[in-house]
């Protein structure tokens, strides 16, 4: 079985984000970055379901505006093969980043072509749908369970109010949701596998030009949270403060 | 819960390479996600988390610096920042890691014979076996060369008599790598539990290191046949090289409780408002606080170089007991001057300071104590041994 995982490098959640001079990007400066949550998920569907079939193999395809191959080297060390790392895209919009992965992923077979459900930087949620779309394969979105038997996937998702099942024929595309075949997070690497992970292959290509059909205008920090108020002491303050839970925060 | 971000006050993290800090980071996590919360209650009934064993095994931690027989065959900075990260999570977890790694792997990899690596690493490596190491006897503590367990030859074989005493992992143990005096010297042996005349019991009572088994050997005419008897040792040279393995673990691994305890007090003292302001803002509090980081700062330096220098085989034992003197003695003094600053909170088990506090105590005394180091260190800088 032929595995793909297509993985996205993201602040990690402890990071302390800044904006960029010029408004447009994130000051990578001092930022350590991680694989998306729900890839990392991904890559661990994909890893045991290699196991467990026993054949095939596991590619990891990672893009990073500088070349950059943190994440592509963690998801090695946990365990797949080879990785494919396009290198660009800073400026990239989810169009243009599938774009890219399309043209990387097409001139190779894979059975199956695993993304997580959203990237947790922008929660674009748009990449898979749109990379199977432009390679024309069937894709299914948000599961919580997956399952592969005799050339067809079998995925179950939650919808409103109860379950679904679907089954699709490989080739094809599946992003995951937390949970999935009672996943929640990866595996950790281990020291073993942190020293193989640099003899395993890494092909590096440059990411073609692709035209963002967004224009970012610009990012902007949450507002500061204001101070809180203080109404008063003790049993005193009590009848102003469900007035105004009442009245202006309208919880009560 | 927070994740630990590590403390780099000189900016050494680019003098790492980039699998130094990912294993760093697996390490932390998993201490983060498995040790942590489970550290607390270990310690409070005074037992070994044994549910940490396989995990720490999976993640390939027990003999990693070590070639061959499922080992990760890591250099040895990789292998300190391990026990860094592990003695941030407790000293007795980075104390068994250290056993069975640098005192009971390292000894049947440096002086064992083929069959007995065959034998015991593999098992050693995944932990479907533990092992302890026994040196220390009740009478010979900083003089294990006087040491009265006696290996005699008996036909094939050899019978041994003797206690060996605050033997890390004893009664958990599956194998003891045991020092013991014969005719022609001191020899090492592979005693395995269910020998005749083997027997292991418990050390109660213990104030410090409560998650973490200690406890006596007794050998009474304990048959252990010729083909476990180490072939390669060298005396009790042999035995020492053993000690200056784990004494480099414990080097770093003291950085790692003094990391966890800086960071503790340093997001306390500025959260906890007294008077007018937060504590962090009394120049008191600052100046420990400052201390705190300095040596800290110190200590990173010092346990960067010499694993650099252990990798090109050239740290010599006398530096890596001037890092295990001073580390030690400094993230007992951070540890102190964390469980202050808490204040009333420091002596509640919520926080670590105490029970790094306390752990750190036994540290401060075990693999060496910090006077013998003194004196090790003395004797190579005057050329006069000062020991008696």
């Keep these: 079985m032929n595995l793909a995982v297509c993985f996205k490098r993201v602040p990690d959640t402890t990071a302390k984000i800044r904006i960029a001079s010029g408004g447009k990007a994130i000051d990578p400066q001092g930022v350590e970055f991680a694989i998306s949550p729900y890839d990392a998920i991904a890559l661990e569907v994909a890893l045991r379901l290699k196991e467990k079939s026993g054949a095939g193999e596991v590619v990891g395809v990672s893009m990073d505006p500088e070349g950059n191959d943190v994440a592509i080297r963690k998801a090695l060390a946990i365990g797949v093969d080879r990785a494919v790392l396009v290198k660009g895209g800073a400026t990239f919009d989810s169009h243009a980043t599938a774009q890219v992965l399309a043209a990387v992923l097409k001139p190779r077979s894979f059975d199956v072509i695993f993304f997580g459900k959203q990237a947790i930087d922008d929660d674009a949620f748009q990449v898979p749908t749109m990379v199977a779309q432009l390679l024309g394969l069937p894709r299914v979105n948000v599961c919580t369970s997956v399952e592969i038997e005799g050339g067809r996937a079998k995925c179950r998702r939650q919808i409103e109010g109860g379950e679904e099942s679907v089954e699709l024929a490989l080739p094809c595309v599946i992003s995951v949701q937390k949970g999935v075949n009672g996943i929640h997070d990866n595996r950790f690497p281990t020291m073993k596998g942190i020293m193989a992970a640099k003899s395993k292959p890494v092909e590096t290509v440059a990411a073609p030009a692709f035209e963002p059909t967004l224009e970012l205008v610009s990012l902007e920090l949450p507002p500061e949270r204001p101070p809180g108020r203080i109404v008063g002491q003790g049993a005193a303050a009590v009848p102003e403060l469900v007035r105004l839970l009442k009245e202006e925060a309208k919880v009560l | ?388």
Aim: with cysteine; proline share 3%; glycine share 10%.
């Design chain 2, 1 to 388: 819960m927070r994740k630990f971000k590590g403390v780099d006050f000189y900016d050494l993290d680019p003098l790492l390479s980039d699998e130094e800090r990912m294993v760093r980071r697996t390490v932390r996590d998993f201490v983060d996600d498995r040790l942590l919360p489970v550290i607390r209650e270990a310690w409070e009934k005074g037992e070994f988390p044994k549910s940490l064993i396989p995990q720490i095994a999976e993640l390939g931690l027990f003999g990693a610096t070590l070639q061959g027989y499922g080992c990760a065959g890591m250099n040895s900075v990789a292998y300190g920042l391990c026990m860094q990260e592990l003695e941030r999570g407790d000293s007795g977890i980075r104390s068994f890691a250290s056993v069975q790694s640098g005192l009971v792997m390292y000894p049947i990899h440096a002086f064992g014979s083929d069959a007995q690596k065959d034998k015991y690493l593999p098992r050693l490596q995944s932990s479907k076996i533990i092992g302890c190491f026994g040196l220390t006897e009740p009478d010979f503590g900083s003089n294990p060369g006087g040491m009265k367990t006696r290996a005699e030859r008996k036909g094939d074989g050899w019978v041994l008599n003797g206690t060996k005493m605050w033997i890390t992992n004893a009664d958990l143990a599956d194998i003891a790598v045991v020092w013991a005096r014969a005719d022609d010297g001191i020899q090492g042996f592979i005693v395995e539990r269910g020998m005749k005349g083997f027997e292991t019991q418990e050390i109660r009572g213990k104030l410090s290191l409560r998650a973490s088994d200690t406890g006596e050997i007794l050998l009474r005419d304990c048959e252990v046949p010729e083909a476990n008897r180490l072939p390669g040792t060298q005396g009790l040279k042999s035995a020492l090289a053993c000690l200056n393995q784990a004494r480099y673990g414990i080097a770093w691994g003291a950085v790692g409780a003094a990391m966890g305890c800086y960071e503790e007090a340093l997001e306390y003292s500025k959260q906890r408002i007294q008077f007018t302001k937060p504590i962090a803002g009394y120049q008191l509090v600052q100046r420990k606080l400052v201390e705190m980081v300095t040596e800290i700062t110190k200590a990173q330096l010092l346990c960067l170089q010499l694993g650099r220098l252990k990798d090109q085989g050239k740290a010599s034992f006398v530096q890596v007991s001037m890092a295990k003197r001073n580390n030690v003695f400094h993230a007992l003094e951070i540890a102190r001057m964390a469980r202050d600053i808490l204040g009333g909170n420091g002596i509640i088990n919520e926080y670590s300071a105490m029970r790094h506090m306390c752990n750190l105590e036994t540290v401060y005394t075990y693999e060496g104590t910090h006077d013998i180091h003194t004196l090790i260190i003395g004797e190579h800088i005057t050329g006069i041994p000062a020991y008696f």
